[in-house]
């Protein structure tokens, strides 16, 4: 089966003034479908210049990038943009939900710029973005905006987010980051579940415990690959 | 939990096709309706901001609307009082220089004489004359210096519309005998006699006693002209006493001014020939030569309307200017609200956002704020108009083409102003949107 994420040589370098900081440095890996995989890594070694470039928000300098087996290295913004909204779920570590702006209306963004197929009337929107909260346990919070939310809550809206138009592929950096340890479990539950249904799951943290729960861990090392070992034995959470 | 396996993995849909296809379906507009809803919710969240940046935009529609409400209603004054000076006038005017006051008098000249040819024209129904000289008066124990004091005959209320509040206005009788009698204008009349009676009361003018026979009603200044400041006198006694002529014997007595009375039915341009081809004939000289001009109301009012258009331009002007500086004021909060909002546009493109949809979203923003801040500038305008008009003594009408102008104008001013920060917004990058602080 064609892998779903495949890089070959990925370099991205950043020009500062006359120093050049490679925050990638020639990245080759191969994700595939049905995958839950873990990346590691010292603070600054590239996980999250890699998990932006494999979710497409930001472009290689160097390299090439098989989505699907479909290269998105030559794809315009406004491509990019329509495999962000149908093929992509991501996750941030800092939520990055629309302030002053409720939790429904914040899960139903990604229907809102949704052009494939048939167009999603309001109602329907709202019933599948109501759907996507009822998924990570919140449908009683959809009118509350996020700064009446906890951190775990946020998270989980976000995750909503990421959900509802069902993408086979999320992407989350961080996703406990800024969560206690408590609350970062319920979220990996959630990720969990999703994984069980089939998706696709890249995920960056600096916590073992929680990397562990994962199927494999990609350690990065000043913008290199460490270990990408596919073989990697059962997840010790079971 | 456990992993399980009822579900199969969810693959990518996506061939080379698929793609193509995506980003072709990618270049149409999400649904109108949800650009302006986006826009709106923007506009709501942040009221204070919004409000200020409308407040430019509200004040420069309110300023277009007052500004050619004066306008309009400046000119509506004028023609009303033109119109109120007699209906269907010809004026007949001496030309400058050629009988005025201190021309030539020897050339052709419009004469008193002139008056009585123009009478007998058919399609004329009635004449006045005027024959202007600046007197100091003195009545009363009080002096009024150049006061106007006009020569004119016994039809001139008639002709010109204006009434007597008390006493009677010259007669024939004094044209003939050059009685020397003088009808006030209200406002010299109280002047010099305040709330006594001044009929039969003697005034002093240039050292000739006159005796008031009448005063006449309030009629205000009308073009150039204080009527309430005039004294009307015999056009007879004028001749003879104030503006006594040398010449006189062998050309007649020059006149400055023949109003002539059209008959509503009678063909203007026809009577204005006859008065030409009369008036030629018995000066024995050609048409081209006539010492006067003929003009009708509406000439005046055309004439007096391009003497208001100056008026009108620098309104426009000003009100055009703050309209403009109320665009320069949405293209600036816009400018700061995109800084401000780069997250949010990182956010947006991050679940699929095109450069396209977020262009729209901020321009419907900058539409949307200048069309509220345009209908809430009407009804500032049309308030401000109707106080303005109760308020003072200008007159204000409000024009329902300057609605449609200001509202039009802020839709525009919107767009025009709105594009250059919606581009900007547009060109960002999603990942660099997504880590402004
Ligand atoms: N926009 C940028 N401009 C310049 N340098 C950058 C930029 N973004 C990242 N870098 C550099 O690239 C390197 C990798 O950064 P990156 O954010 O990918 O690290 P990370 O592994 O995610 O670290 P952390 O665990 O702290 O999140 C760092 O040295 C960083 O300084
Ligand atoms: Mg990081």
């Not at chain 1, 350690?219 to 270990?227: K, Q």
């Not at chain 2, 033109?82 to 007949?92: D, E, R, S």
Request: aromatic share 6%.
């Amino acid at each position: 089966m064609v892998p779903i994420i495949q890089t070959e040589g990925l370099r991205k370098i950043y020009e500062m003034g006359s120093v050049q900081v490679k925050a990638l440095d020639g990245v080759d890996i191969r994700i595939d479908v049905g995958e839950f995989v873990a990346v590691m890594g010292s603070s600054g070694s590239g996980k999250s210049t890699l998990m932006n470039i494999l979710g497409c928000l930001d472009r290689p300098t160097e390299g090439q990038y098989f989505l699907a087996g479909e290269d998105v290295s030559g794809l315009n913004k406004v491509q990019l943009a329509a495999i962000r909204n149908r093929q992509l779920g991501f996750i941030f570590q800092s939520f990055n939900l629309l302030a002053r702006t409720s939790a429904l209306r914040n899960v139903m963004l990604p229907l809102v710029y949704k052009r494939n197929g048939r167009g999603l009337s309001t109602d329907e929107r709202e019933e599948r973005a109501m759907a996507a909260l009822e998924a990570v346990g919140l449908a009683d919070r959809a009118d509350h905006e996020p700064n009446e939310l906890s951190g775990g809550q946020r998270q989980r809206v976000a995750i909503a987010r990421a959900l509802v138009n069902d993408p086979a592929l999320i992407m989350a950096d961080e996703p406990t980051g800024n969560l206690d340890t408590r609350t970062g479990e319920e979220i990996m539950e959630i990720l969990h579940d999703l994984h069980a249904r089939g998706r696709t799951i890249v995920m960056v943290t600096h916590e073992p415990h929680i990397a562990a729960q994962t199927q494999r861990t990609i350690t990065m090392v000043d913008g290199r690959i460490a270990t990408a070992d596919a073989q990697e034995e059962e997840p010790q959470w079971q | 939990m456990a992993v399980t396996q009822e579900h199969p993995p969810v693959a990518l849909g996506n061939t080379p096709r698929d793609l193509h296809d995506e980003a072709a379906e990618s270049t149409r507009l999400i649904s109108p309706l949800e650009i302006f809803r986006i826009a709106w919710e923007g506009i709501l969240r942040n009221k204070i901001r919004s409000l200020l940046t409308m407040l430019g935009v509200i004040i420069g529609v309110a300023a277009v609307i007052v500004m050619i409400a004066i306008s309009a209603g400046t000119e509506a004054t004028i023609a009303d009082q033109i119109k109120g000076l007699g209906a269907n006038l010809l004026f007949i005017q001496a030309s400058f220089g050629r009988g005025g006051p201190g021309g030539n008098e020897t050339g052709p000249m419009l004469t008193y004489d002139d008056v009585a040819i123009v009478a007998g024209i058919n399609g004329v129904v009635g004449t006045s004359v005027e024959m202007p000289t600046n007197q100091p008066v003195k009545a009363n124990g009080t002096t009024l210096t150049d006061v106007q004091l006009v020569g004119t005959t016994p039809d001139y209320p008639s002709v010109r519309e204006v009434s007597l509040a008390d006493g009677r206005f010259l007669n024939e009788q004094d044209m003939d005998r050059k009685t020397k009698v003088a009808v006030l204008g209200a406002g010299v009349a109280q002047e010099i006699f305040g709330d006594a009676d001044p009929i039969g009361q003697s005034i002093t003018v240039d050292n000739v006693k006159l005796t008031v026979v009448g005063v006449m009603a309030d009629k205000g200044v009308v073009g150039n002209t204080d009527f309430d400041a005039r004294v009307y006198v015999p056009i007879t006694l004028v001749y003879s006493r104030f503006v006594p002529s040398q010449f006189a014997r062998f050309v007649g007595d020059r006149v400055q001014l023949i109003f002539a009375q059209i008959d509503e039915n009678a063909n203007l341009d026809d009577v204005k020939t006859q008065i030409q081809l009369k008036l030629a004939s018995s000066k024995g000289i050609s048409v081209s030569e006539l010492p006067f001009t003929m003009q009708t109301q509406d000439d005046i009012i055309e004439t007096q309307g391009a003497a208001t258009e100056a008026f009108r331009n620098l309104l426009a002007w000003v009100a055009g200017v703050s309209l403009i500086v109320g665009g320069i004021g949405i293209m600036n909060i816009m400018l700061v609200s995109v800084t401000e909002r780069t997250r949010e546009i990182g956010i947006r493109q991050s679940v699929g956002a095109t450069p396209n949809d977020i262009r729209l979203q901020f321009l419907a923003e900058a539409l949307m704020l200048s069309l509220v801040g345009g209908l809430i500038g009407i009804a500032a305008g049309v308030a401000g108009a109707i106080l303005f008009g109760a308020t003072s003594d200008m007159r204000t009408v409000i024009v329902p083409g300057s609605i449609v102008l200001a509202f039009a104008s802020a839709a525009a001013i919107g767009v025009f102003f709105g594009f250059y920060p919606a581009n900007k917004a547009a060109q960002l990058d999603p990942i660099d949107a997504l880590r402004h602080e």
